[in-house]
């Protein structure tokens, strides 16, 4: 293995398929950064069939020291938008271009090719079609759409007219900022334009960052909503519920990795496999459109290996501002009238001193991802479902990752329990101890 460097550059991406048995790159030390131009997540890949898992993330890096059973926590140090321009919306896929999940294979509806490259002709929703025989190969199009223009420094954004929606598909991949190792079809190829006008706030974060799981899966169904995609699926890339579980949740759609967060990843292979992208520009809780701005961006990430400690999926130490109103720990002037009310009941047991943790369930629906977040919080920290509820309901919230299945179980954890978990240094530098 090559010497483990401070830093890594990042710019080779996937085939759509996260595979533990390819060659990551590094090492990377423990401590060190990864450095990554990232490409646009969803509808890019979504709309070229030569990509199998419905994204585009980057190549795995290999941490050093990062043994099965062990932690990494990945604190996002930057993230910056490139893109110019990008265009998103509601989709629904068409019958006749895939089998079974047109994420995942697509095949041509004419010469029966599967996962066939393609050619742009023009613009609009029939622009992507088949190399070999020429048909209209999308296998998703748009049922409301908009195409979306970045101010230069990309604190805003607009959704454009007719005309501005054409200009960017004229010259797609120069608006999106396409990295050149990326394959994908720029989405405003589409040229979308169906609500113009509506100004957002860029806010970016990543849609994908996580670790590679321990059997091949695809990389927007490596989470356990889509990832219910799989199971018993007439592809080659079938699953049962129980292989399922090799899965990691790094497709989290969680607008809270953004800039300043820090996100534990389990560690399900040797090396990690630290991955990233889909960056998205802004999204509301729930991303209940199915899909927000897709971008190019610029990446900066922290990698420390924690050692012996297991966790089942990832957890999130959110930036302050973002955490659930319970969830922030007691000011100074709330700890001390909270001592006051102990000594006028006459309690002897001493206050907790605790700090906030965001863990992340996923499941083929919000019961069920739920249900997971509160059994993986149950079974990191030795204590009851029962118990996670009650301090869930006190001194958190159960918000909404993504619809139709990941959330997030916040609430304020013993700082002795961090303690255990070699969570409590990070905690501290985020929220103060």
Partial sequence: MNKARES???????????????????????????????SPGCWGPMITPKLR??????????????????????????????????????????DGRFV??????????????????????????????CASCGADVTPFQFTHAYTMAFDADKQVGITLDKQGADQ??????????????????????????????????????????GTTPSRV????????????????APHEYTLTKEELEDRTDGHMDINRAR???????????????????????MQGDGEIAGHTTDVSGIVTLQVDVIKNTTIEGPILLPVKEDLPH??????????????????????????????????????????EATTNGMQRAANLLGITVPEVMNRATVTGSIEIGRHPGVVTVTFLVPVSWLETLSFNTYAERQYGG
């Fill in 100 to 129: 079974g999940d047109p994420f995942v294979a697509v095949k041509c509806p004419e010469c029966g090719t599967m996962h066939p490259d393609t050619v742009i002709k023009g613009t609009g929703q029939t622009a992507i079609r």
């Fill in 8 to 38: 890594i550059l990042v710019n080779e991406f996937v085939d759509g398929l996260l595979d533990p048995d390819k060659e990551m790159l590094g090492p990377v030390k423990s401590g060190g950064h990864i450095i990554a131009n990232t």
């Fill in 326 to 367: 319970l969830a922030v720990p007691p000011s100074e002037n709330e700890r001390k009238q909270a001592e006051a009310l102990a000594a006028s009941w006459g309690q002897q047991a001493q206050l907790e001193e605790a700090l906030p943790l965001q863990f992340v369930g996923t499941g083929p629906d919000l019961n």
């Fill in 217 to 232: 899966i695809p990389d927007s169904h490596n989470a356990g909503d889509f990832g219910s995609f799989l199971i018993d």
């Fill in 259 to 281: 800039e300043g967060a820090v996100v534990f990843c389990p560690v399900k292979v040797p090396g990690g496999g630290v991955y990233l992208g889909d960056m998205h520009a």
């Fill in 53 to 94: 898992g419905g994204h585009e993330v980057t190549k795995p890096v290999f941490v050093e020291g990062a043994d099965v059973g062990d932690t990494i926590a990945v604190t996002i140090k930057s993230i910056r938008v490139t893109s110019m321009a990008t265009a998103s919306g509601n989709d629904a896929p068409v």
């Fill in 168 to 209: 960017t598909a004229s010259n797609g991949h120069h608006f999106m900022a396409t990295p050149e190792n990326s394959i994908q079809n720029p989405i405003v190829t589409f040229a979308p334009h169906d609500m113009p006008g509506v100004i957002a706030r860029v806010r970016p974060f990543l849609g994908q960052l």
